[in-house]
């Protein structure tokens, strides 16, 4: 007898290979000569579909980033659909994290997704999307095949991507500034604080970069911190403190700071930057009196950020606690290039330990910078009384 194969689409078999696409319908057709008869089969084409899964940053956050792979999947070819899957920890399988995939675009037939990762030895029963566990622990993701019907799974060994963080994109120069990194693989020790050497470089924006040690916050929290001191060029003694813990970077007013941190789980690199500016800096004197009831304030803003600012005037709020409402007070540049600026206020009527406020809003970085200080008025007795006079307190 003779055997033939057809597709509803496709092409027909020639050499018996038959392409079509999945999902088709094939029918089987067998023509038999003694007795002589015609039967049919029919078969339906399906892919197994398949699971991968990789450690990512998505967003700053670590997470596990899972892709499935299968045609069949697609019922509707002008749609984006979603299929769900499940991920387990081995050492807790029965407290599985869920999440959708989204199809990639109508008709792929390859969904994608992430669930956000937890660095937890401790295997609660929290399904709220995020998957607990520690380093190394084996992952099982699975989802529901329809063609052919059965359970398809993929697992992976678990890692955590990791990343660094600056406090702000702005710094303030001669100001401790804190180096976060974030990355679970790097807990060594469970049962200590572990410290990681070079772990991270840092140092200004087209200079060379240093590697910098880096130290656990606590027993398995997998956060890891270090410092450095941005001090600017020409401006070394601006707000610097001594802290032997912190890096000195050197760098111009405006330039740059940069931090890199690279995964060695395969992870990748992270680089984060930040501009250093000078915060400025507020100085407030009561003048002498004019007469007994009113005195005057003179303020100083100095504030290297501002030498170049068009119309060499800045504002600050000054007020007091009872006497006087919030008043603008424009301070005027002391000379071209300066980064001294200075004004004042005649005529204040303060009331006894009147505390006076200044604010300046500083935009590199940003931040309100304020002094407050306490004005007390002296006391004269009226009439003046005698030399010699003897006064007692009520």
Same mark, same amino acid.
């Given at each position: 007898?003779?055997?033939?194969?057809?597709?509803?689409?496709?092409? *027909?078999?020639?050499?018996?290979?038959?392409?079509?696409?999945?999902?088709?319908?094939?029918?089987?057709?067998?023509?038999?000569?003694?007795?002589?008869?015609? *039967?049919?089969?029919?078969?339906?084409?399906?892919?197994?579909?398949?699971?991968?899964?990789?450690?990512?940053?998505?967003?700053?956050?670590?997470?596990?980033?899972?892709?499935?792979?299968?045609?069949?999947?697609?019922?509707?070819?002008?749609?984006?659909?979603?299929?769900?899957?499940?991920?387990?920890?081995?050492?807790?399988?029965?407290?599985?994290? @869920?999440?959708?995939?989204?199809?990639?675009?109508?008709?792929?037939?390859?969904?994608?997704?992430?669930?956000?990762?937890?660095?937890?030895?401790?295997?609660?029963?929290?399904?709220?999307?995020?998957?607990?566990? $520690?380093?190394?622990?084996?992952?099982?993701?699975?989802?529901?095949?329809?063609?052919?019907?059965?359970?398809?799974?993929?697992?992976?060994?678990?890692?955590?991507?990791?990343? $660094?963080?600056?406090?702000?994109?702005?710094?303030?120069?001669?100001?401790?500034?804190?180096?976060?990194?974030?990355?679970?693989?790097?807990?060594?020790?469970? !049962?200590?604080?572990?410290?990681?050497?070079?772990?991270?470089?840092?140092?200004?924006?087209?200079?060379?970069?240093?590697?910098?040690?880096?130290?656990?916050?606590?027993?398995?929290?997998?956060?890891?911190?270090?410092?450095?001191?941005?001090?600017?060029?020409?401006?070394?003694?601006?707000?610097?403190?001594?802290?032997?813990?912190?890096?000195?970077?050197?760098?111009?007013?405006?330039?740059?700071?940069?931090?890199?941190?690279?995964?060695?789980?395969?992870?990748?690199?992270?680089?984060?930057?930040?501009? #250093?500016?000078?915060?400025?800096?507020?100085?407030?004197?009561?003048?002498?009196?004019?007469?007994?009831?009113? @005195?005057?304030?003179?303020?100083?803003?100095?504030?290297?950020?501002?030498?170049?600012?068009?119309?060499?005037?800045?504002?600050?709020? #000054?007020?007091?606690?009872?006497?006087?409402? #919030?008043?603008? !007070? $424009?301070?005027?540049?002391?000379?071209?290039?300066?980064?001294?600026?200075?004004?004042?206020?005649?005529?204040? !009527?303060?009331?006894?330990?009147?505390?006076?406020?200044?604010?300046?809003?500083?935009?590199?970085?940003?931040?309100?910078?304020?002094?407050?200080?306490?004005?007390? @008025?002296?006391?004269?007795?009226?009439?003046?009384?005698?030399?010699?006079?003897?006064?007692?307190?009520?």
């Amino acid at each position: 007898g003779v055997l033939r194969t057809s597709a509803e689409v496709g092409e *027909q078999s020639r050499d018996g290979i038959l392409n079509v696409l999945p999902g088709t319908r094939v029918t089987l057709t067998y023509n038999d000569e003694i007795p002589r008869v015609t *039967q049919k089969a029919f078969v339906r084409m399906a892919i197994v579909g398949t699971v991968h899964a990789v450690a990512r940053l998505i967003h700053d956050t670590p997470t596990l980033d899972v892709t499935v792979s299968d045609i069949d999947m697609n019922r509707n070819s002008s749609l984006r659909e979603a299929l769900i899957v499940s991920a387990s920890n081995s050492r807790n399988p029965d407290a599985p994290a @869920r999440v959708s995939l989204i199809e990639s675009g109508p008709a792929s037939g390859i969904f994608e997704g992430a669930i956000s990762l937890t660095f937890s030895a401790a295997l609660e029963a929290v399904n709220d999307g995020t998957l607990r566990g $520690v380093k190394g622990d084996q992952i099982t993701i699975s989802f529901l095949d329809t063609m052919p019907s059965g359970r398809r799974f993929g697992s992976v060994n678990l890692t955590f991507a990791g990343t $660094v963080r600056l406090p702000s994109t702005i710094l303030a120069g001669g100001q401790r500034a804190v180096v976060t990194v974030i990355d679970p693989d790097l807990d060594v020790d469970p !049962l200590a604080p572990d410290t990681r050497v070079g772990a991270v470089l840092a140092g200004a924006v087209g200079g060379a970069q240093s590697g910098l040690d880096v130290h656990e916050t606590g027993m398995s929290s997998g956060i890891f911190t270090t410092a450095i001191l941005p001090v600017i060029r020409n401006f070394e003694s601006w707000g610097s403190v001594s802290d032997p813990s912190a890096t000195v970077i050197n760098v111009d007013l405006g330039g740059e700071v940069l931090v890199t941190y690279t995964d060695a789980e395969g992870g990748g690199t992270v680089s984060v930057s930040a501009a #250093v500016h000078l915060q400025g800096v507020l100085e407030v004197v009561v003048t002498d009196i004019v007469d007994p009831d009113s @005195r005057g304030l003179s303020v100083t803003l100095m504030d290297p950020d501002l030498i170049s600012t068009a119309g060499g005037s800045v504002p600050v709020q #000054v007020s007091s606690s009872t006497s006087i409402s #919030v008043t603008t !007070l $424009v301070l005027q540049q002391t000379g071209a290039g300066s980064h001294v600026f200075t004004g004042q206020i005649q005529g204040l !009527l303060l009331q006894d330990s009147d505390v006076v406020s200044v604010e300046y809003a500083d935009q590199a970085p940003q931040s309100t910078v304020a002094l407050r200080l306490i004005a007390p @008025r002296p006391r004269f007795a009226t009439p003046t009384p005698a030399d010699g006079a003897v006064l007692r307190t009520a």
